[in-house]
């Protein structure tokens, strides 16, 4: 129906166009532009707009796809329109009409011809389908239960990561059902809103650390329940906390392991009446009735009146208005941070104590260590414009004491601060006598001195070294992603060189199928140059600067012809490190550790993917300050884009080693050894619903990696040929999973074409249709 009807447009288009000449001769057209009939075409227009993403009733109801074809379609039919009204000027009013109703006839095919394809939204049955949805009755009650703070999850979380509301709902529900990024960001786009993994990260990031906020807010309820100081009051200050440094700036003066703060001596003293009734009924208050002579801390009236400055000091700095106040006079402030070299480096300089001394006496600082930090010495910046590696960089030179940093803030908030405080938010509700408003004044001065202002600097340096470490991780999962995605080299015979000195370059010859051909080391750095290149002849080449040049030279003089030899450098870090591992000893158990690194050096030209999956990220040497960040939060952030790289480019099952399966969303290394045993003892996998007889292959689980898993046909008739015939037919026995207290699971035996392609088998039933 929908490609039906343009057919006998062309001839209406065409008669019409025969009238256009005959336009410019009516004296009537400088008038057109004032009638309102170009204008008349607009609402017809717009309503075929509003109607056109019902149109295609195949669509799975897709209110994203709908919303963005919409849009899409909005600006094209009206860049038509805008063009069809400058025509008007100059075209007779009916061709110009008929002009315009047969170009948003083209507009109307073209978008469903290029935009069809965002149609198939059809594998998340029973879900949203990237529309705002409320989450089930069930879920979010379970969630408020779990967190039970004084805050929205959802709400916050959007805030924090600038993701829509319903995006961060559907993300958080996914999550609770334990589904993987790269299966969240393949096969459930509609539901996230089409963010890449990177910005799946960020989100599950900020929901795990404002669960773990929820987390420890409950634990501290509970311990300061136990001990008897709990007061609702507190207890809602508590829930209101949104980070782990405000819950710790509420926390810190109930701690046990804490001294006891004024203002809980003043309160344990009997003096927090006396507070209350200054700030309620001053004209009442008479400070004389709370001194006791002979009591520490009541024995005059000077000491009573520094008693309730406390107290009223404490209730300043707990106070949400206040410091949300004082946060808001800081973000109209230029707020700077400043590093210089601390009096003790100075001293160990001149002293210029050796390393031994000093790793004797626990200091890790020498002359070289405080040279590196001479940027630093006398460094200031703005707090808005420094540098994530800036920030980094004074934080380990912090903590080697070799600098001194301070937070710097304007003198004119704590004018405003004051000036606000006792005007307004803390001004008596009656009459105060001037001694009892000198006791709020210098309240208000020691709160923000005390307490306040370091409240304000640890902020902003939670906040900078937060920011910096998670520009850190991004940076390095950025450079890891590239090196990880570099196209292979296929088909041709590879000399690893792992070049070195005293030791020699140790030489490594593969096949085009990664197999060890060879291995020998050569003294490239010595006289007997000739000799050592007439033995890299006798290797038979298959198909540091200094051996670099050495290997280039030959090659320009056609030492290896008639071979058609070149050479590229790929980087060697972690080469080393891998090549004494559990992995490497098993991969390679009669091969010296020294060519195992050369063997490393070639795979990784032939295949960088399957080779860099068995090094440690930290070990490849494309990150900066990774010794200064969370481990725990790099460990999670590489290991996510690991698994990300791996599942989008997918596996093929029945080679690919152990190592790479363990990568595979939905997969870990049980289930990868559990596989790599099905493998050999059956035999190859003829389809991925064989997968579901692996010990450990649970539902979530297959759900999970079957996409990203492929079931190559060549691959599988190398092995079938290769294979005795006994052992080829041995995967076509196996129909049902045996286990204790399991029931059998039946598997098609046949060969499914969709089995190599990123299809995932839940969308098996609309390809085939």
């Given at each position: 129906d929908e490609w039906g009807p343009p057919e006998p447009k062309p001839k209406a288009k065409t008669a019409k166009r025969t009238v256009e000449p005959k336009a410019p001769k009516e004296p009537k057209a400088p008038k057109v532009p004032k009638e309102p009939k170009p204008r008349a075409p607009r609402k017809p227009a717009a309503e075929r707009k509003t109607q056109a993403p019902k149109r295609p009733k195949d669509s799975g109801s897709s209110g994203l796809a709908g919303t963005r074809r919409k849009k899409v379609e909005d600006k094209r039919v009206s860049f038509i329109v805008s063009e069809a009204h400058q025509a008007d000027r100059w075209a007779d009013e009916g061709s110009s009409q008929a002009e315009l109703r047969v170009k948003k006839e083209k507009v109307k095919e073209e978008d469903f011809t290029f935009d069809e394809p965002c149609l198939k939204k059809q594998k998340t049955s029973g879900a949203c389908l990237g529309q705002p949805t409320a989450l089930p009755s069930s879920e979010a009650q379970s969630l408020r239960n779990e967190l039970n703070m004084n805050w929205n999850m959802i709400q916050l979380l959007s805030t924090l990561t600038?993701?829509?509301?319903?995006?961060?709902?559907?993300?958080?529900?996914?999550?609770?059902?334990?589904?993987?990024?790269?299966?969240?960001?393949?096969?459930?786009?509609?539901?996230?809103?089409?963010?890449?993994?990177?910005?799946?990260?960020?989100?599950?990031?900020?929901?795990?650390?404002?669960?773990?906020?929820?987390?420890?807010?409950?634990?501290?309820?509970?311990?300061?329940?136990?001990?008897?100081v709990l007061t609702t009051e507190l207890e809602q200050n508590l829930r209101s906390c949104q980070s782990a440094n405000e819950l710790d700036h509420v926390y810190s003066p109930y701690k046990k392991g804490s001294k006891l703060t004024k203002a809980r001596r003043a309160k344990a003293l009997g003096l927090e009446g006396a507070a209350t009734a200054l700030m309620e009924t001053p004209h009442s208050l008479d400070l004389r009735a709370f001194v006791k002579p002979g009591t520490e801390g009541l024995s005059s009236v000077e000491e009573v009146a520094t008693g309730v400055e406390h107290i009223l000091a404490d209730m300043i700095a707990k106070d949400p208005d206040t410091l949300t106040y004082v946060k808001t006079l800081c973000e109209k402030s230029i707020v700077t941070i400043q590093s210089s070299v601390s009096k003790s480096a100075l001293k160990d300089k001149e002293q210029g104590k050796s390393v031994s001394d000093q790793k004797k006496?626990?200091?890790?600082?020498?002359?070289?260590?405080?040279?590196?930090?001479?940027?630093?010495?006398?460094?200031?910046?703005?707090?808005?414009?420094?540098?994530?590696?800036?920030?980094?960089?004074?934080?380990?030179?912090?903590?080697?004491?070799?600098?001194?940093?301070?937070?710097?803030?304007?003198?004119?908030?704590?004018?405003?601060?004051?000036?606000?405080?006792?005007?307004?938010?803390?001004?008596?509700?009656?009459?105060?006598?001037?001694?009892?408003?000198?006791?709020?004044?210098?309240?208000?001065?020691?709160?923000?001195?005390?307490?306040?202002l370091p409240f304000l600097t640890r902020g902003y340096r939670t906040k900078l070294t937060s920011a910096a470490e998670k520009e850190s991780i991004a940076m390095f999962v950025r450079n890891l992603r590239q090196r990880l995605l570099v196209g292979p080299v296929r088909g041709c015979v590879i000399m690893g060189v792992d070049p070195g000195f005293t030791h020699g370059c140790k030489l490594a010859v593969l096949s085009p199928t990664s197999q060890i051909l060879h291995t020998d080391v050569v003294y490239l750095n010595n006289p007997g140059q000739q000799r050592e290149a007439d033995k890299l002849l006798t290797i038979k080449v298959y198909s540091c600067r200094e051996t670099e040049s050495f290997f280039s030279d030959l090659i320009s003089r056609r030492y290896f012809h008639p071979l058609d030899v070149s050479y590229c450098i790929t980087s060697e870090a972690g080469a080393s490190i891998y090549s004494v591992s559990p992995e490497a000893v098993k991969e390679m158990p009669d091969l010296d550790p020294n060519l195992r690194s050369a063997v490393s050096i070639g795979r990784r030209v032939q295949d960088p993917l399957a080779e860099l999956v068995k090094i440690d990220p930290k070990h490849i040497g494309i990150g900066t300050y990774q010794h200064d960040v969370s481990a725990g939060a790099l460990k999670a952030a590489l290991g996510g884009v690991v698994q990300e790289c791996v599942s989008f480019v997918g596996v093929d099952i029945n080679i690919c080693s152990e190592i790479l399966m363990r990568h595979v969303a939905g997969l870990n290394a049980g289930r990868a050894r559990s596989i790599a045993e099905w493998r050999k003892k059956k035999g190859p996998f003829i389809n991925r619903e064989q997968l579901k007889l692996v010990k450990g292959m649970g539902p979530k689980s297959y759900q999970q990696c079957a996409g990203f898993i492929r079931i190559n046909p060549q691959t599988l008739q190398s092995i079938k040929s290769s294979l005795q015939p006994e052992a080829a037919a041995a995967p076509e026995k196996s129909t049902a999973k045996k286990g204790k207290g399991k029931t059998g699971v039946s598997v098609p035996n046949s060969f499914n074409p969709l089995d190599q392609t990123c299809i995932h088998p839940e969308s098996y039933h609309v390809a085939q249709r």
């Open positions: 600038c993701v829509e509301q319903w995006v961060c709902l559907n993300v958080v529900v996914l999550l609770r059902e334990e589904n993987t990024v790269p299966f969240m960001v393949r096969y459930r786009k509609e539901m996230i809103n089409h963010m890449d993994a990177d910005a799946v990260r960020d989100v599950q990031m900020v929901y795990e650390e404002l669960c773990s906020v929820a987390k420890k807010t409950q634990s501290v309820i509970q311990t300061l329940k136990k001990d008897g006496k626990g200091e890790p600082k020498n002359p070289q260590d405080i040279d590196k930090f001479q940027l630093y010495f006398d460094f200031t910046s703005n707090i808005q414009r420094i540098q994530p590696h800036q920030t980094l960089a004074i934080n380990r030179g912090e903590s080697l004491k070799i600098l001194t940093v301070k937070v710097n803030i304007p003198d004119s908030v704590k004018s405003d601060f004051t000036r606000w405080c006792i005007n307004s938010r803390w001004r008596p509700k009656t009459f105060a006598r001037e001694e009892l408003n000198a006791i709020i004044r210098n309240a208000v001065e020691d709160s923000y001195k005390r307490l306040i």
